[in-house]
C-alpha cells in the first residue's frame, strides 16, 4: 500500500514493506484459524531461521542472538545482568540513550559505580582520546550508542571496539538506529553484546528487537529472569541453563512478530546495508543542504560521520508547533526531546528540537515538498506573532 504521507519520522518508527505486513497478518489468522502451538510446529522451520537471518545482518552466530520486546529490554538485559562491584567504572558518551543512562543512573545508586562521561570534541566527533584517557584499572564496561536518537552524527564504533578490546573491557553497543541503516558487523566492531530494536530502521513491526552476545561472554551474564525455555535440565535440585543466547528469552513471545522482524530482516538483506547506507546519506545530505539555504532554521548536526538523522530548529520557534504544521500538510515528523540524549542536548542548550529522519525509500522531491512546507509553516509564523516563543 503506497503512503499518503511523507514519512520522515524513520528513527522513531518505519514502514514495514507489505510481504513483513503479511507474514505477521496471515500468521495470526493461522493461529486463530488451528491454534498457537499447532501454528508454531508449522512454522518450525521458518522461526528458527529468524535467528540465522538476524545473525547474518550483525555477522554473528545464532547461536548468540535472545528475541526480545525492543532496544530497552536487550540494553537492561546486558547491563542489568552483570555483576558490578562498588566502584567499578562504566564509561559512556554524551550521545547516550535515556534508558540506558537511566540504567547507569540506577546503578550508580545501587551497586555504587562510578560513571564517566567522554565528551565530544570542539566538532562534535566522539573524541577516541578522551576515552583512552577515561580507562583506568577498575573500568569493567564501556557502553556506547552508534547513531543517537537525537543526533544526526554516527559514532567510530569500530576504533572505540578496538580501545576496548585492547584495554580488555567489556563493550556494550546500542545499535537501535544503526541496524538496518549502516552496514553492521560485531567482530569488526569487537562488541560483546549489541541492543537492537525492529521498528526503527529495519522496518520490522513494533514491539520486535534483539540482543546479542557473544558466545564467550554469555555465562558472565546472569538472566534477569528465567522459565523453562532458558533453562535445561530442570530437577527439584537445580538447573542448568541452556547453552545459547536463548537463555535471555522467556518462552511466550509474538511468533506472528517473530516472523515479521525475520521478513525485515531478510529483506533489508536482499537490498543489501551498502546501498541502503549509501542511499540514505545522500538523501540526509540533500536534506540538511536544503534546510540550511532556509533563512531562520538552524542545522544541529555536527561531526565527520552523519547519518539518515536530520536535527534542526527553526529560530525562535517552539518544535512542537512545525511538526503539528507539518503533519496538517501530510508530513510526519518527530521531536528529539531532551531528555532522549541529556547529556548532549543540556550541554548544547539545546530542548525540543526537530527531528527528519529519511529512508532508502524517500525521494529527493519530498525534501522539496518538506522544504517548501516550512518556509511556507515561516511565513506563516512571522504573520501571527502569538506563535512565537521568543521574540527578540
Ligand atoms: C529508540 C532508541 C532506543 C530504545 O528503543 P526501544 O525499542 O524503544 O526500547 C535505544 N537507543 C536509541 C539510540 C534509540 O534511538
Known amino acids: 500500500m503506497p503512503s499518503q504521507k511523507i514519512h520522515f519520522n524513520n528513527a522513531g518508527s518505519s514502514l514495514p514493506p507489505d510481504i513483513v505486513v503479511e507474514a505477521v497478518v496471515s500468521y495470526l489468522r493461522e493461529e486463530a484459524a488451528v491454534g498457537g502451538y499447532e501454528t508454531e510446529a508449522k512454522y518450525k522451520e521458518q522461526l528458527e531461521n529468524v535467528y540465522t537471518s538476524i545473525a547474518r545482518l550483525i555477522n554473528a552466530k545464532k547461536d548468540e542472538i535472545a528475541l526480545v520486546e525492543n532496544a530497552s529490554a536487550a540494553w537492561s538485559l546486558a547491563f542489568k545482568g552483570l555483576s558490578f562491584q562498588k566502584g567499578d567504572v562504566v564509561i559512556t558518551s554524551e550521545m547516550e540513550y535515556v534508558t540506558n543512562l537511566l540504567g547507569l543512573l540506577e546503578f550508580q545508586k545501587t551497586h555504587g559505580i562510578e560513571v564517566r562521561m567522554v565528551p565530544n570534541d570542539e566538532q562534535g566527533n566522539f573524541s577516541l582520546a578522551a576515552l583512552e584517557a577515561a580507562i583506568g584499572p577498575r573500568t569493567r564496561l564501556v557502553a556506547m550508542t552508534h547513531i543517537p536518537s537525537s543526533a544526526g552524527n554516527v559514532l567510530p564504533v569500530a576504533d572505540i571496539g578496538r580501545i576496548a578490546h585492547k584495554?580488555?573491557?567489556?563493550?556494550?553497543?546500542?545499535?537501535?538506529?544503526?541496524?538496518?541503516?549502516?552496514?553492521?558487523?560485531?567482530?569488526?566492531?569487537?562488541?560483546?553484546?549489541?541492543?537492537?530494536?525492529?521498528?526503527?530502521?529495519?522496518?520490522?513491526?513494533?514491539?520486535?528487537?534483539?540482543?546479542?552476545?557473544?558466545?564467550?561472554?554469555?555465562?558472565?551474564?546472569?538472566?534477569?529472569?528465567?522459565?523453562?525455555?532458558?533453562?535445561?535440565?530442570?530437577?527439584?535440585?537445580?538447573?542448568?541453563?541452556?547453552?545459547?543466547?536463548?537463555?535471555?528469552?522467556?518462552?511466550?513471545?509474538?511468533?506472528?512478530?517473530?516472523?515479521?522482524?525475520?521478513?525485515?530482516?531478510?529483506?533489508?538483506?536482499?537490498?543489501?546495508?551498502?546501498?541502503?547506507?549509501?542511499?540514505?546519506?545522500?538523501?540526509?545530505?540533500?536534506?540538511?543542504?536544503?534546510?540550511?539555504?532556509?533563512?531562520?532554521?538552524?542545522?544541529?548536526?555536527?561531526?565527520?560521520?552523519?547519518?539518515?538523522?536530520?536535527?534542526?530548529?527553526?529560530?525562535?520557534?517552539?518544535?512542537?508547533?512545525?511538526?503539528?504544521?507539518?503533519?496538517?500538510?501530510?508530513?510526519?515528523?518527530?521531536?528529539?526531546?531532551?531528555?532522549?540524549?541529556?547529556?548532549?542536548?543540556?550541554?548544547?542548550?539545546?530542548?525540543?528540537?526537530?527531528?527528519?529522519?529519511?529512508?532508502?525509500?524517500?525521494?529527493?522531491?519530498?525534501?522539496?515538498?518538506?522544504?517548501?512546507?516550512?518556509?511556507?509553516?515561516?511565513?506563516?509564523?512571522?504573520?501571527?506573532?502569538?506563535?512565537?516563543?521568543?521574540?527578540?
Not at 307 to 335: H, P, Q, W
Open 167 to 392: 584495554h580488555q573491557i567489556l563493550y556494550l553497543l546500542d545499535a537501535c538506529q544503526s541496524a538496518g541503516q549502516v552496514p553492521i558487523d560485531v567482530n569488526e566492531i569487537n562488541c560483546d553484546f549489541l541492543a537492537v530494536t525492529g521498528r526503527k530502521y529495519l522496518r520490522a513491526p513494533r514491539g520486535t528487537g534483539f540482543l546479542y552476545v557473544r558466545k564467550e561472554v554469555q555465562d558472565q551474564l546472569t538472566p534477569l529472569m528465567i522459565d523453562g525455555f532458558s533453562t535445561r535440565e530442570t530437577s527439584l535440585h537445580g538447573y542448568e541453563l541452556r547453552e545459547d543466547a536463548r537463555r535471555f528469552e522467556l518462552y511466550e513471545k509474538s511468533r506472528a512478530l517473530t516472523l515479521g522482524l525475520g521478513k525485515a530482516v531478510d529483506y533489508a538483506l536482499a537490498i543489501g546495508l551498502d546501498s541502503i547506507w549509501r542511499r540514505i546519506q545522500q538523501l540526509a545530505g540533500l536534506m540538511r543542504l536544503k534546510l540550511s539555504a532556509i533563512d531562520g532554521i538552524t542545522v544541529h548536526d555536527r561531526g565527520d560521520q552523519l547519518c539518515g538523522i536530520v536535527t534542526f530548529s527553526l529560530d525562535a520557534v517552539d518544535s512542537t508547533l512545525i511538526k503539528k504544521e507539518l503533519a496538517a500538510k501530510n508530513i510526519n515528523v518527530s521531536i528529539g526531546a531532551a531528555h532522549s540524549t541529556l547529556y548532549y542536548m543540556s550541554r548544547r542548550n539545546l530542548d525540543k528540537i526537530l527531528r527528519a529522519s529519511v529512508h532508502y525509500y524517500n525521494t529527493e522531491e519530498e525534501i522539496d515538498i518538506f522544504c517548501d512546507a516550512l518556509v511556507a509553516i515561516r511565513e506563516g509564523v512571522e504573520l501571527s506573532t502569538p506563535y512565537l516563543t521568543k521574540l527578540i
